[in-house]
């Protein structure tokens, strides 16, 4: 399955890209997609990194084709 | 009449003006975000308005930080700011508060406003803003900013999700805009944002951006917004034990060397380490005796300007001969892992 992957923040940068599509197997959870692309990307201090997946922060469920998931760091310049 | 072109608004109206006069806002930080923010609830005619503020206005403020002209560098921003939006509104309450925000101060501070807009750029304070916030069941209007992107929501909104329910964990890497660079449209476009989310917040209208994160990205053009999760656990365990105060901290990469360090105590992020002596450059004069001369010590600041004056100054007029200064500033000496 296809899934739409966003960056924002300081993990764009450690990704070179603001999205990508990646193909999954079917069954990937939301967790196994953020470790996965948190040893990829070798992104920092991963318990900090919130999920939204179809805009939506608060899931632990399995991924669905074409998902939209997004990758959000706290930052906190101002 | 001086509201008119906004009393015409349905939205509005004679008796919306009046909250607004009635109302009361407390900006933390008044920088890139809280600026702007502080000019638009002045001229909107809210009755109170707190500047807090223990910054002062340096010349790489001006880009962005909008209040604040040429001949005000090197004075409080929180005294000058009132200045400038008293003469810009004479007819609402100001108040100068030269205080960084603290665990002491922040909840009896809160108690005497209607809500809070963030203007701060480090963690702690946002956390201790959301803390204080829950415990004094006030509203905060949150914004932060990297580079050409920007986050907005208001958090502890009518039982509503905090900043800790968005960010439960937070991260070492506190990135200021004085590190990495930002435009200042950017924290200028985010603090008018927090302006009228406040104003909706204060006149009862419209969707309040309340359990939702906002996110642009000012460069590209995207925008998004995000469901947020409330965790109650996240917000009981505040109710249940007060403030907790959030360290970000980092290790020194070489622990081998002594160092010195300059900053002041509100400069993030904190060191803590027995290889770092620590003399914010307000206490030196009283407190050179406690750096020792035999040993070699690193001097370091957040830049290394300051810095370097720092260890010009004891080289020439005390006899210094161990220091040197750390060029690049604290980012150059911290460990990455």
């Not at chain 2, 009361?24 to 930080?29: A, F, R």
């Not at chain 2, 925008?223 to 409330?230: A, P, R, T, V, Y």
Request: aromatic share 6%.
């Amino acid at each position: 399955m296809k899934v739409n992957v966003k960056y924002f923040g300081v993990i764009a940068e450690s990704a070179g890209k603001n999205e990508e599509v990646l193909e999954l197997k079917q069954g990937t959870s939301v967790k196994d997609l953020k470790n996965q692309q948190i040893k990829k990307y070798q992104i920092q201090d991963a318990e900090s990194v919130q999920i939204a997946v179809n805009q939506d922060l608060n899931n632990e469920a399995e991924l669905k084709e074409d998902d939209e998931v997004a990758f959000l760091p706290p930052f906190a310049g101002g | 009449m001086r509201y008119d072109r906004q009393i015409k608004l349905d939205e509005v109206g004679v008796s919306g003006q009046e909250k607004l006069r009635s109302a009361s806002v407390l900006i933390v930080g008044v920088g890139g975000l809280g600026c702007p923010a502080a000019q638009y609830l002045a001229s909107a005619g809210v009755g109170k308005i707190g500047l807090m503020d223990h910054d002062k206005v340096s010349i790489t403020n001006l880009h962005r930080q909008v209040l604040y002209e040429e001949n005000d560098i090197g004075k409080s921003k929180a005294i000058v700011a009132k200045g400038k939006l008293q003469r810009l509104n004479s007819e609402i309450e100001l108040i100068a508060i030269e205080e960084a925000l603290t665990i002491k101060n922040a909840e009896k501070l809160f108690g005497q406003y209607d809500l809070i807009l963030d203007g701060t750029d480090n963690f702690e304070t946002k956390y201790l803003i959301n803390d204080a916030c829950i415990l004094t069941g006030k509203p905060w209007v949150y914004a932060s900013i990297y580079k050409n992107e920007g986050q907005l929501s208001v958090f502890n909104y009518e039982n509503g999700p905090t900043y800790r329910c968005l960010f439960p964990k937070t991260t070492r890497q506190n990135i200021s805009c004085e590190a990495t660079g930002v435009l200042g449209v950017v924290p200028g476009i985010f603090g008018m944002l927090q302006a009228m989310e406040a104003l909706k917040i204060i006149l009862g209208v419209g969707n309040v951006l309340s359990g939702k994160l906002k996110i642009s990205n000012l460069l590209s053009g995207s925008e998004q917004i995000l469901k947020l999760q409330q965790r109650p656990e996240e917000i009981d365990k505040i109710r249940k034990n007060g403030i907790i105060p959030v360290k970000i901290e980092c290790q020194i990469s070489d622990e081998s060397r002594l160092y010195l360090d300059i900053r002041e105590i509100f400069e993030q992020p904190r060191i803590n380490s027995a290889k770092v002596i620590q003399i914010p450059l307000s206490d030196l004069d009283e407190r050179i005796w406690e750096i020792p001369k035999e040993e070699e010590i690193l001097v370091f600041c957040q830049s290394g300007k300051r810095s370097k004056k720092v260890v010009d100054l004891l080289k020439a007029e005390y006899g210094f001969q161990n220091l040197t200064n750390v060029e690049g500033g604290i980012e150059t000496i911290i460990s990455n892992s």
